[in-house]
């Protein structure tokens, strides 16, 4: 009887779990969502410094996406996970010249924010003071390096560029 409890609540657990992943966005900012990505799938909602957050895939994206919306349901910016290869140009070269052509690159990131210019990310790992680590580099569209930063844990470089 005992187990047949246990799978009876773990069951539950699982529907409410499931069940609640809307909830962690407003109606209206869900519906802003679908109307400006209707192709997306595999969307999760989580809420992150206050804002909506919805993770999702789209055809024609390389990787993962993130769509934030502020409390009154309004897009603020979108992350897309991309390739290094599908860079600006600018952005290339102004790394290269700074880093070479050899430096391991991780993540690379482009930003769109709303009424602003768009920002790229590129992780970079670098010998900084001596050590091995990771750099962020932050550049816009015409290879401008607008900010780097050592990488911190759980750290999301558009944090910075919040409103």
Same mark, same amino acid.
């Given at each position: 009887?005992?187990?047949?409890?246990?799978?009876?609540?773990?069951?539950? &657990?699982?529907?409410?779990?499931?069940?609640?992943? #809307? #909830?962690?966005?407003?109606?209206?900012?869900?519906?802003?969502?679908?109307?400006?990505?209707?192709?997306a799938v595999d969307v999760d909602w989580d809420k992150?410094?206050?804002?909506? &957050?919805?993770?999702?895939?789209? @055809?024609? $994206?390389?990787?993962?996406?993130?769509?934030?919306?502020?409390?009154?349901?309004?897009? &603020?910016?979108?992350?897309?996970?991309?390739?290094? @290869?599908?860079?600006?140009?600018?952005?290339?070269?102004?790394? $290269?010249?700074?880093?070479?052509?050899?430096?391991?690159?991780?993540? *690379?990131?482009?930003?769109?924010?709303?009424?602003a210019d768009t920002i790229y990310f590129i992780e970079?790992?670098?010998?900084?003071?001596?050590?091995?680590?990771? *750099?962020?580099?932050?550049?816009?569209? #015409?290879?401008?390096?607008?900010?780097? @930063? &050592?990488?911190?844990?759980?750290?999301?470089?558009?944090?910075?560029?919040?409103?």
């Amino acid at each position: 009887m005992r187990k047949m409890m246990f799978v009876i609540m773990m069951f539950a &657990v699982a529907v409410f779990t499931v069940g609640c992943d #809307d #909830d962690r966005a407003p109606k209206s900012t869900r519906n802003a969502f679908n109307a400006q990505y209707p192709s997306a799938v595999d969307v999760d909602w989580d809420k992150k410094r206050g804002y909506s &957050v919805a993770e999702f895939h789209l @055809s024609g $994206e390389w990787g993962e996406c993130e769509a934030w919306y502020d409390k009154s349901g309004n897009w &603020v910016m979108t992350a897309f996970d991309m390739r290094y @290869s599908d860079l600006p140009a600018a952005v290339r070269t102004s790394f $290269e010249t700074e880093y070479g052509t050899q430096t391991p690159v991780g993540e *690379v990131e482009r930003l769109e924010r709303n009424n602003a210019d768009t920002i790229y990310f590129i992780e970079a790992q670098i010998v900084f003071d001596g050590y091995l680590t990771f *750099v962020n580099l932050d550049y816009s569209a #015409d290879g401008t390096l607008l900010r780097t @930063s &050592v990488d911190v844990e759980d750290y999301e470089n558009y944090y910075y560029y919040l409103p």
